[in-house]
Every structure is written in structure tokens, then in C-alpha cells.
């Protein structure tokens, strides 16, 4: 049974940093795209971040870009993302996903977590 369990959240105030940590469990993703997505309150969920299987590539939300980095550990079979200078509209469910996915409206994955809250107090 794949499952991908994330970590790390909670509350922070603004300007202040966390680290999310994801660890994948009943299949390899080291071949896989893995990601980062949200979603605030009474919002729909959105894109955050992406990295390549090989971890040379990565892709990033505008409203994160500079703020926040993704990096995998493919031996670990895990991705992070580092939050740094949080904001309180960073507060949302930050949810792990693995395999294809979508970024757009209503984004699609192969596999999701269950999602850990991260709330950025002002």
C-alpha cells in the first residue's frame, strides 16, 4: 500500500520558517516527480512546488518563488520543502504528492497525503 506521510507543520509567526518533510512508503518514487501543494482556508487547492526525479529540476509557485525550496532524498524515498519569511496567507494544508501531476486549477496526482497544517500567525 503506497502512503505518503507528511511532517513538520504548525503554527509560526510571520517571517518565520518551517520544514516540511514527506516520506514515501510502498513504492520507490526515486524514478517520480514529486511536489507540494496547499490549500488555504475556503480556497481551493493549489501548487506550490515541484522537483524531477533527479532533483535537477524544480519549479515554484510565484507567491513562493525565493521564499521557499524543495529537495529530495531519493536513498530515503522523501521530499521537503524548506518555508522561509512565512506569511499569515501561507497558512493552509500543505499536502505532499507523487508521480504525475497537474499544477493548474483543481490540481490531479497520482498520490497524495493525508496533509499537514501549517498556520502563519501576523
Known amino acids: 500500500q503506497v502512503q505518503l506521510a507528511e511532517s513538520g507543520g504548525g503554527l509560526v509567526q510571520a517571517g518565520g520558517s518551517l520544514r516540511l518533510a514527506c516520506a514515501a512508503s510502498g513504492r520507490s518514487f526515486s524514478r517520480d516527480t514529486m511536489g507540494w501543494f496547499r490549500q488555504p482556508p475556503g480556497k481551493e487547492r493549489e501548487f506550490v512546488a515541484y522537483?524531477?526525479?533527479?532533483?535537477?529540476?524544480?519549479i515554484y509557485a510565484d507567491s513562493v518563488k525565493g521564499r521557499f525550496t524543495i529537495s529530495r532524498d531519493n536513498a530515503k524515498n522523501t521530499v521537503s520543502l524548506q518555508m522561509n519569511s512565512l506569511k499569515p496567507e501561507d497558512t493552509a494544508v500543505y499536502y505532499c504528492?507523487?508521480?504525475?501531476?497537474?499544477?493548474?486549477?483543481?490540481?490531479?496526482?497520482?498520490?497524495w497525503g493525508q496533509g499537514t497544517q501549517v498556520t502563519v500567525s501576523s
Open positions: 504528492a507523487a508521480g504525475s501531476m497537474t499544477t493548474t486549477r483543481e490540481p490531479q496526482a497520482d498520490y
Open positions: 522537483i524531477s526525479w533527479s532533483g535537477y529540476s524544480t
